[in-house]
């Protein structure tokens, strides 16, 4: 931590912040210069919890030196994490694909979808049991229902699957039935679903909130490994801006950076990030060649009838083409696309 | 709904719209101009869930007309709303003064703090008992006892009181000691907690999201009147943008953006918005001018040591001061400050 | 400047830092820690220009302390500015208010425009005659003839008059009209333009950028000033965000952030915040109590025929009106309306 | 255009919508709901300039339908354009790579890079020599000088040569020098440079302002296009978002969208849209397979000394490496590296 004081602060200011790092067993460096003196405090932070120091007199700002996340941080555990999901395993060397409906909307549907997805090389069949939906008139999912279709898909293709969790409920019903549990982006910050997923020693998908930070991003997945579970995938899925020509703003920078600050795979959904299928392909390529560790793509038997995101869904054909697409930028990234 | 055709769409896409829409029993309105075709649907657009007309060919964009919130919606309830919680309302003619600190540390920090901002002229004691925090190791919360503490300064000044509730565990915990329930901006799209929310039939304190729009907004609180509770109170708390000046971006004009669009009450919240307390005054007259309906503040008797944003804390002294000030302000907004 | 080493910075990393600070005649003063090593550099750092410590083997980050700013900085000059212009000043004391059409359209809508708004008593006519617009299929301006009208309307009224310039051209044109120039948001960084307006020794109005940080719309500031002019007054109009209710989101904390940054005079402009006519009225108030200088508003005769931005103009009436609301505002800020 | 009617809007109200469309010589078409009326106008917009429909009595809201650019739109011009440049052309099938220092420095700087990356692939060699930098401290480049050099590069590489213009004046001096112009972020809504750049009928490379939307970025084309110079190239450079681990935040589904609703080439530029030299590489292979016509990257001979934007930089052989990593990317992509 650094404290950087006012250039009019006087003496006693200055050694009021000192005196009171000291009383806390910590040590402060001065570095006294012609405008300004700086006040350096190496050590554990934590014991300066509730000292509020940017609000003594003469302090101008305190800047944070460490990331408060420590058990997804890199710097800490520099060996990039594999995550191991069902029948296969998601992180270095694999890429992989998860497809399937927004939402769940009856067994034919999903039974349908499952087959058309393996069949093109997907892996894993996502598919939407309990939906967060902005208006309550919306299409609220299939819940438990749903969730059984999804342990009969896997049964009968073979493709691990995936559900997203808004509750503790949830995660209770979803862990009977499904390989990965998935955490919105709108539940993000719900810290006490956070604390659930932890706790259930289930594979999570941790989607990045709507206008979460990467810091807060992997301070949310050290919500869940710090309830002891450590396989975490992440998923950036677009960040809200200011442009409305897609529906979020896909921040493909993420992925290079969530590489070099946290051990964790890192996932793209090309589908959410852009509300628009004529987008998911160039983004589906441009994740993978961005290093990438995966995708989630929305696939629908038909598009123009879906009850949730149907402008985002690609029908059966699309998705396989673009799989066919995809195989020679997987090559490329050093990763194959099957298990 | 009004659909927009592109330039060149043929003949036959134009039919395969209207006869969708027809099939659906609502009647397409048709305006051909030399460059675009438009098709306007009026009527029960819930009959169209499941079309998803923007991915039909020759379509180049659906423009929703009417907003999906309905029973928050001023168009439909004109008159607005007056919430009564404990001894009091909050509504025209009432300007609501929610204080106290961020998170409940102990019995002695609360009740200190709640005699100081009653005499100040406070109606409401705010305090965290749950608190949403972006680490896991930060301090989060003294959860039951503090809402214990909260009921007991209820009964020792008169005050009423205001808790964060982020399960439906601390919903039903708090529904027994506190007059009002408050969602945060991390769980305004927690539909889960919305919906338990309205079932508990409590007034409810509705922060707006960190990147919510106002939309959003209202069919969060569209959640909780569509289970049967109409007691809700909005609160503007800053949101997220480029700036770093300041923790977060007040959003003044929210203030009469929802005086316009909705029949809610409106109240503001300068302590989040900034993060810092020299911009806190400045800000809660700015709101009162604005029409907020009230303010919520954070008051702590030891903002240095506070455990929680205390860098954002007004003192009793400091909060006594602003209070003084905003009357001449309140009573220009045409309303009363003490219930 | 503080040079901030990676947990795993060998001292050869560190000694390559500190020797490379010494070698600019600077001092470094280190701070070891159990986890990492702070290096912090105190004195002129214009000394490391060019040499670019941040991609230096074993360091994380580099945090600078000062501000780039100087001249316009608070921290250097205490004392708040007084800025005359024409026959007032703006600053401590008064409220400026500048009002009259986005656009100047004819000489007889100037004209009427500059005897309405100085009978509602505002102190300064504002009207464009270089626009700049989005389409280039928009209305543009009248030019140098808009500026003939604002002096006819100053010399006929007694108002001071303020005209946007996009161009030198246009700066030497206004000077010979106008009482003082305006930056427009889109040129805030058009450092040409702002070293033209520097040196033309005019009082100019520099309105902040479209997604300008407070600290960038400083250093355009300080581009006008380190040219010896110091004639400058600060206007938040509004910034652009996610948020589509209103046409730009007003950060009125800018307010309070500038006069504790910089001694600069900050006026808003509720108009272009907003584009929303209704909204006008709230957001001026509110700019009042926030404790700003004065506003910039826009009046038309008919709004309904404006050619540019009329669904914001006020009519003569509303303004009028407004005025009238504003005055005890005003005075609880301990400023006055009139010269 | 279409115009929403409120609720209530009475039939008088309605009548008096239609009654003006009708007076401009336009045909409005009425869709009549049980809650909302419509009204579609379908013509040409431009009679409706001074009528702010919006603001009349019972109006809800008015939706434009069709874009305010024309020249450069998809819609009405279906094929992708080839702009030719100096010896190449830029668009498809063609991957033109622009690399170079951020900022000239001295004449041995710019042939040392000129040769480099002549060798390791590129076309064009890029440099700044007017440098519109935030603070006016920083070095703000060599002007005149600094485009000799670039001539002179130009003679001994047969690289064609790009130059950033800030002014008429810089417009007139570069065109004597380079082969085509660059219109920086800050600039892309200085309307008169881009008349000017217009006028001048060089290639012109626009970038995308730090906020802007596309279709604000189209219309800065149109500006160009309008002045009667089709050869414009578009260059997605990063926009400003809240995320702080990039300098600005790549929106990658910018190439797709332009692709979408333009004719016009669209390259990235990795180095201004992360800021960070370790990030280049994977956003130039994205950049690539989401189906950019180019690149811009930033190559300097010692990064650590650079005068400008340093850590963005590439090292030459960095910079050599990226080169053939990209190869297979670009065959994936149907495009050639070299003229």
Redesign the interface.
Known sequence: M?I?M???ASEEAVKKVTDLIESKGLTP??????????V????DK?RL????I???EGVDKV?S??E??KLVNK??HPDDSVVPVGNTHIGPGNLTVMAGPCAIESREQLMETAFAVKKAGATFLRGGAYK????????QGLEEEGLKYMKEAREATGLNVICEV???HAIEAASKYVDMLQIGA??M?????LKEAGKSGMPVLLKR???A????WL?AA??II?EGNPHIVLCERG????????RN?????????IR??SHLPVIVDPSH??GV???VG??A???????ADGLMIEVHPN?????SD??QSLTFDAFEKLMDELK??CE?SGRRISF
């Open positions: 650094i950087i006012k250039p009019n460096h001065l570095s006294q210069g012609s405008q300004v003196t700086i350096g405090v190496v050590g934590s919890a509730g000292s509020n940017e609000i003594s800047v030196v460490t408060s996340y710097k800490f967060p939906r902005t208006s309550p008139y919306s299409f808004t509750s503790a709108r539940n910050q719900n810290f006490e679903l909130g709507l206008c930070t990467v810091d807060e301070n050290e919500y710090s960040i809200r801006t200011y442009e409305t020509s897609t703003t896909l921040d493909i920078s993420a992925v290079p950076v070099q600050k990030a852009t299928r004529a987008y160039p983004l390529k441009a994740a993978v060649a961005a290093g598009p123009a009838c879906a009850l149907g402008p020679p930028y490329l």
